[in-house]
């Protein structure tokens, strides 16, 4: 027996989550249930969170947490209880299947089987944002080693246990050298320790524009949370409907399962909305939990329904279905169908050991860190890079010198083009003339000299090589 904890959620969340555990429950999942309340009443309550501190209680120590999709309010001020809810606890790897049911279920691509396996933490989604000077904004993208090797070795695993061939890693690692460099350089140390299976890396851009066009050369797919975030919903929505998907949120210790579509209020309460999103989620839970068989079950009746043409409003095509049913009707035939497999849809065997066991995240010796320069980055009105190049130089002290100026990221000075439109945010590179190494009392020096001069120093980046390796990028045109 497994105790999980259950929400409801807003909209058609209390209907699709009531068929997702007659079924589940049918079938013979062994789950004991803590009801919890998130979401819009908690919201509206004043709970800018969405959920009380009470529920994170439950959900800790319960570590399982199924969830009905919820409505945030309208209006600033309410935090995604989704977001917040990975980030708290930690639940780094969101997996997502799209799988077309083809001839059953309408879609342009009748082969497409694909697992997208989207980094849940860390990326741009770190919400580290400021107003810089009064014309840039910045928001950082960090990127860990941990974060990587994590959800990589999720996706390696999650092959492996699950008889998929493929991996493949989308990045944009021609522009990004560092972050989504590392990435790649991840993805790369990692297939070597999984020969079996095939490994590859397209470029996000032309990657996301063949798996809308040919989603069936992929198998599984691994990248980084904003690229993730977007490519899963044309996955899902090409391989049928949004509705369709269901959503795994993994960490070390908790784990979430949910649809990945919304609480679609326009059709709460009518008894019309499609729970295959959430009981494809609950099947993913019963997976995680160790109740294979169970999830087998639940997955192949689920099929054989598809199968029969018994479809709820959002799939039901004339000439393709049989019954048009409702959330409860649909229910009914899943239970109804438990036991059996589909015949023309391929039936699903969940091996044994269907639960991934991944080792925890070992620490790496650190390198050695030298400090090789620095970046101020400077607010400015002017418009002319020489001009600041001189006020640059005019600060400068003995031993370091000014080696270039960016803006927006592209080279200005030395030679830089008139053509170039150049911002209030200028970016000034200091380097070591003698040697390599800076230290950091001449970066304050430097600051302080800029402070007497009225320079208007808004940041200062530091310049370091790792074991001898560069840790920053050069200018676009350096
Ligand atoms: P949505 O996914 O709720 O609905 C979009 C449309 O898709 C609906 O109008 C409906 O026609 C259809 N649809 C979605 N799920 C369906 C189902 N199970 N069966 C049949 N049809 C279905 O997206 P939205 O309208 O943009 O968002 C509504 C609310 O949901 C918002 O408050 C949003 O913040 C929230 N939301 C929550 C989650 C979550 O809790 N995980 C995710 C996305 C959006």
Same mark, same amino acid.
């Given at each position: 027996?497994?105790?999980i904890?259950?929400?409801?959620?807003?909209?058609?969340?209390?209907?699709?989550?009531?068929?997702?555990?007659?079924? =589940?429950?049918?079938?013979g999942?062994k789950i #004991?249930?803590?009801?919890?309340?998130?979401?819009?009443?908690?919201?509206l309550?004043? *709970?800018?969170?969405?959920?009380?501190n009470?529920? @994170? $209680?439950?959900?800790?120590?319960?570590?399982?947490f199924?969830?009905?999709?919820?409505?945030?309010?309208?209006?600033?001020?309410?935090k995604?209880?989704? /977001?917040?809810t990975r980030?708290?606890?930690?639940?780094?790897?969101n997996?997502?299947?799209?799988?077309?049911?083809?001839p059953?279920? +309408?879609?342009?691509?009748? *082969?497409m089987?694909?697992?997208?396996?989207?980094?849940?933490?860390? $990326?741009?989604?770190?919400?580290?944002?400021?107003?810089?000077?009064? +014309? /840039? /904004?910045?928001?950082? %993208?960090?990127?860990?080693?941990?974060g990587?090797?994590?959800?990589?070795?999720?996706?390696?695993?999650?092959?492996?246990?699950?008889?998929?061939?493929?991996?493949?890693?989308?990045?944009?690692?021609?522009?990004?050298?560092?972050?989504?460099?590392?990435?790649?350089e991840i993805?790369?140390?990692?297939?070597?320790?999984?020969p079996e299976?095939?490994?590859?890396?397209?470029?996000?851009d032309?990657?996301?524009?063949?798996?809308? $066009?040919?989603?069936?050369?992929?198998?599984?797919?691994?990248?980084?949370?904003?690229?993730?975030?977007?490519i899963?919903?044309?996955?899902?929505?090409?391989?049928g409907?949004?509705?369709?998907?269901?959503?795994?949120?993994?960490?070390?210790?908790?784990?979430?399962?949910?649809?990945?579509?919304?609480?679609?209020?326009?059709?709460?309460?009518?008894?019309?909305? *499609?729970?295959?999103?959430?009981?494809?989620? !609950?099947?993913?839970?019963?997976? &995680?939990?160790?109740?294979?068989e169970?999830a087998?079950?639940?997955?192949?009746? @689920?099929l054989?329904?598809?199968?029969?043409?018994?479809?709820?409003?959002d799939?039901?095509? #004339?000439? =393709?279905?049989?019954v048009?049913?409702?959330? %409860? #009707?649909?229910?009914? !035939?899943?239970?109804?169908?438990?036991?059996?497999?589909?015949?023309i849809?391929?039936v699903?065997?969940?091996s044994k $050991?269907?639960?991934?066991?991944?080792?925890?995240?070992?620490?790496?010796?650190? %390198?050695?860190?030298?400090?090789?320069?620095?970046?101020?980055?400077?607010h @400015?009105?002017?418009?002319?890079?020489?001009?600041?190049?001189e006020?640059?130089?005019s600060?400068?002290?003995?031993?370091?010198?000014?080696?270039?100026?960016? *803006?927006?990221?592209?080279?200005? @000075?030395?030679e830089?083009?008139?053509?170039?439109?150049?911002?209030? &945010?200028?970016r000034?590179?200091?380097?070591?003339?003698?040697?390599k =190494?800076?230290?950091?009392?001449?970066?304050i020096?430097?600051l302080t000299r800029?402070?007497?001069a %009225?320079?208007?120093?808004?940041?200062?980046?530091n310049?370091?090589?790792?074991d001898?390796?560069?840790?920053?990028?050069?200018?676009?045109g350096?």
């Amino acid at each position: 027996m497994t105790r999980i904890t259950v929400a409801k959620g807003d909209g058609i969340g209390p209907e699709i989550m009531d068929a997702t555990l007659k079924i =589940i429950k049918a079938a013979g999942a062994k789950i #004991e249930i803590d009801e919890i309340e998130v979401g819009e009443k908690v919201y509206l309550s004043g *709970n800018t969170s969405g959920i009380a501190n009470e529920s @994170w $209680d439950i959900i800790r120590r319960n570590k399982i947490f199924l969830k009905a999709p919820i409505t945030t309010p309208q209006g600033g001020g309410y935090k995604s209880l989704n /977001v917040t809810t990975r980030k708290f606890l930690g639940l780094y790897s969101n997996v997502r299947p799209c799988m077309s049911l083809h001839p059953f279920v +309408e879609t342009k691509h009748p *082969n497409m089987d694909i697992v997208i396996v989207r980094e849940n933490e860390e $990326d741009l989604y770190a919400g580290i944002e400021h107003q810089q000077t009064d +014309e /840039v /904004v910045q928001c950082l %993208k960090l990127i860990s080693r941990p974060g990587c090797e994590k959800i990589i070795r999720y996706a390696f695993e999650y092959a492996k246990v699950y008889g998929r061939k493929k991996v493949t890693c989308f990045t944009k690692d021609n522009i990004m050298k560092q972050t989504d460099g590392l990435f790649h350089e991840i993805f790369d140390e990692i297939a070597l320790e999984y020969p079996e299976i095939e490994n590859e890396h397209w470029i996000i851009d032309i990657g996301a524009a063949k798996m809308a $066009d040919t989603p069936e050369i992929f198998d599984v797919i691994v990248t980084l949370n904003l690229y993730g975030d977007v490519i899963s919903d044309i996955a899902a929505q090409i391989a049928g409907s949004v509705g369709l998907a269901g959503s795994a949120n993994i960490g070390e210790e908790c784990a979430m399962f949910e649809a990945i579509h919304g609480s679609a209020p326009r059709r709460a309460g009518q008894n019309m909305a *499609n729970p295959s999103g959430l009981l494809e989620g !609950a099947v993913m839970m019963l997976n &995680h939990i160790g109740q294979t068989e169970v999830a087998e079950k639940v997955q192949n009746a @689920w099929l054989k329904t598809i199968e029969d043409g018994i479809h709820t409003y959002d799939i039901y095509k #004339e000439n =393709i279905s049989k019954v048009k049913v409702g959330t %409860k #009707e649909f229910a009914e !035939a899943v239970i109804e169908n438990l036991g059996q497999k589909p015949s023309i849809l391929k039936v699903v065997n969940f091996s044994k $050991d269907a639960v991934l066991t991944l080792p925890k995240y070992e620490k790496k010796t650190p %390198k050695n860190k030298e400090l090789v320069g620095v970046d101020l980055f400077v607010h @400015w009105n002017g418009t002319n890079p020489d001009e600041i190049a001189e006020i640059l130089q005019s600060i400068n002290t003995e031993n370091k010198e000014l080696t270039m100026i960016t *803006n927006r990221g592209i080279k200005v @000075w030395p030679e830089g083009f008139n053509e170039t439109y150049c911002t209030d &945010h200028w970016r000034c590179r200091f380097k070591p003339t003698n040697g390599k =190494i800076m230290f950091k009392n001449q970066i304050i020096t430097l600051l302080t000299r800029a402070l007497e001069a %009225k320079i208007d120093v808004i940041k200062t980046e530091n310049l370091y090589e790792f074991d001898g390796k560069s840790g920053y990028s050069l200018g676009q045109g350096q």
